[in-house]
C-alpha cells in the first residue's frame, strides 16, 4: 500500500525558514540540491517523516506530502482515471528515482515517487 514518505514545505525565503524550523522544532536542515533544503525531523529508529523546504512555485503553494509509490507511471494513469490530474509530468531524479506531482479530486497536490537509484 502507497504511503507517504516526505513532505515539502514552500518558502518565500528559504534562509529564514530554515532558521524558522531548526529554532521552533529543532529540525537540521541543510542543502541537498540547491535550492532544495532537507529537512531531518528526529532520529531514524522514531516514527516519523523528513522532509525539505524549497522556493513556492507553480505546484508548491502549500505544504505537499510525497507518496512512494512502485511505478509513477502506474499511479499517474490512476489519478487520471480517478477523477484528479497531473500537474507536472514524470521526472527524473538522478541517482534516486522519478517523481510526479498531481492534485486529487479536491484540488489538493500530492507528489508521487518511485525509488530507483539507476534513473538518469
Do not use: C
Not at 60 to 80: A, E, G, L
Request: net charge positive; no cysteine; proline share 7%.
Amino acid at each position: 500500500m502507497p504511503r507517504v514518505i516526505h513532505f515539502e514545505i514552500p518558502t518565500d525565503d528559504l534562509a529564514r525558514a530554515k532558521k524558522f524550523y531548526e529554532e521552533v522544532f529543532g529540525w537540521q536542515i541543510h542543502s541537498g540540491t540547491s535550492p532544495y533544503w532537507l529537512a531531518t525531523t528526529g532520529e531514524q529508529d522514531k516514527p516519523g517523516i523528513n522532509g525539505a523546504l524549497l522556493p513556492r512555485g507553480t505546484v508548491h503553494q502549500r505544504p505537499v506530502n510525497v507518496i512512494q509509490v512502485d511505478s509513477v507511471d502506474d499511479f499517474i494513469k490512476k489519478v487520471m482515471t480517478s477523477g484528479g490530474r497531473i500537474i507536472k509530468a514524470k521526472q527524473s531524479v538522478p541517482g534516486v528515482g522519478y517523481a510526479a506531482y498531481g492534485k486529487d479530486s479536491e484540488g489538493n497536490p500530492f507528489g508521487l515517487f518511485q525509488a530507483d537509484k539507476t534513473a538518469r
